[in-house]
């Protein structure tokens, strides 16, 4: 793992308590968190509350206001005043003559003491960073992205360039970022966001495990993906017929896998199977790939979700569960983030962000579904979690223990831009 050499949990505890501190003539300190990149898939919901959660506990005297994308529901803004009764959320863009789109958005750029671009597939705001750099020229960072994969953009550079830090949420995008030479004075790993989401909705979640018989404890959750999301389904966006292509050609062996693990389990322990989504369009393939071909005998104590649900529902039904295995990232980020057990299959056209499983000290928890080898070891993985969940439970602990001390260290650095 990568040595760090300007971060230390003391300097964290040093500039929390002079934050802390501050005498009442001087303001709390203010950020704008741009973040809220989609609301179709609950992982992608899970950055911003994640985010806000780490600036409550470990910046707690900071204010700070949500620039959320265009798409933000209600039903998602309503989920995370719940969670964040006092947060302000704003939308809009700022022009090429540097006015604000709106006066809300207007009032938050003056207000603010610093941009802080939340976790994501790449620097998915990298428009609005750039024009607030341009036009506000207050200070900014970015806090555990991927980088360099087909999301990115070719001018993404100079907004790092410009950052006071930037973190990026697997070793391959960091690695990057050095060799390209990105001028920021801080460039370094973060954890993902997501992984301190903690939403819940408790009352959802324990109806739904009782309308089905799921007993806290006595199940694993299994989440199925195509190898691209078909957004054409969900979103009024062209269907692109090579995603698709490459999607059916792909999606019976890439499930294979999991089938396999779903088969053993069933027949091998007492545990059931929830198969569940991450995004909207993932229900469709949980039937068609994994629940539909299932024998007789293994059928009756499979659940298939038939809706979606959104992040607070999810991760309460992970908490009640023995762990999380499939084709998604960031529900086993919610899990470890909660101390559950989960394990991760990925493949190329996922990007790298798989590759923080290892720096969290999970690699023998994630499995590359490009390599045949790789796909053999998954059933026998997801066996052993379901057969010896003490150890599992140990195992996901320990990860989440390393995760939490990225994140003391990272924070302290963006505490160090606020006092």
């Not at 501050?22 to 203010?30: H, L």
């Not at 207007?106 to 750099?133: I, N, R």
């Not at 980020?333 to 101390?339: K, L, P, R, S, T």
């Not at 026998?380 to 010896?388: E, N, R, Y």
Request: proline share 5%; with cysteine.
């Amino acid at each position: 793992m990568h040595r760090r050499t300007f971060l230390a949990a003391s300097a964290a505890a040093g500039l929390v308590a002079s934050l802390r501190a501050a005498t009442p003539a001087k303001r709390a300190p203010r950020i704008l968190l741009r973040s809220s990149w989609q609301v179709v898939n609950i992982g992608d919901i899970a950055h911003t509350p994640g985010v806000l959660a780490l600036i409550e506990k470990y910046l707690p005297t900071a204010e700070v206001r949500l620039w959320a994308s265009a798409d933000l529901t209600e039903e998602v803004m309503a989920m995370e005043h719940r969670r964040f009764p006092n947060l302000k959320i704003i939308k809009g863009t700022i022009g090429a003559n540097g006015q604000a789109s709106n006066p809300a958005l207007a009032d938050a750029l003056a207000w603010t003491d610093f941009l802080l671009h939340g976790s994501g597939p790449s620097l998915v705001a990298a428009k609005d960073v750039a024009a607030f750099a341009k036009h506000i020229r207050k200070p900014y960072g970015v806090y555990g992205i991927t980088h360099g994969s087909f999301m990115s953009g070719s001018d993404d550079q100079a907004a790092l360039d410009g950052a006071r830090f930037v973190f990026f949420r697997d070793m391959p995008s960091l690695e990057l970022a050095r060799q390209a030479g990105v001028k920021s004075p801080i460039v370094d790993f973060a954890p993902d966001g997501a992984f301190a989401c903690d939403l819940r909705n408790d009352a959802a979640a324990d109806a739904f495990l009782a309308a089905h018989r799921l007993e806290p404890g006595q199940f694993l959750c299994c989440i199925p993906k195509l190898r691209r999301t078909p957004y054409w389904l969900i979103r009024a966006t062209p269907k692109d017929d090579k995603i698709h292509a490459r999607n059916e050609a792909m999606k019976a062996s890439d499930h294979a896998p999991l089938l396999e693990a779903i088969l053993a389990v069933v027949r091998e322990t007492k545990l059931k199977i929830l198969l569940c989504p991450e995004d909207k369009t993932q229900m469709a393939v949980g039937k068609e790939q994994l629940y539909d071909p299932l024998p007789a005998d293994v059928k009756s104590r499979v659940i298939w979700r038939e809706k979606f649900w959104l992040t607070d529902e999810a991760l309460s039904t992970y908490r009640r569960s023995a762990g999380l295995f499939g084709h998604e990232q960031h529900s086993p980020i919610m899990c470890i983030g909660a101390g559950i057990p989960a394990i991760v299959c990925r493949w190329a056209e996922q990007t790298t962000k798989g590759d923080m499983w290892r720096t969290i000290g999970l690699g023998d928890w994630l499995f590359d579904m490009d390599v045949d080898a790789d796909k053999r070891k998954v059933a026998p993985a997801v066996l052993a979690m379901a057969k010896d969940p003490a150890a599992a439970r140990a195992k996901a602990a320990q990860a989440r223990a390393l995760v939490e001390k990225f994140q003391r260290d990272t924070t302290a650095v963006l505490a160090r831009q606020l006092v």
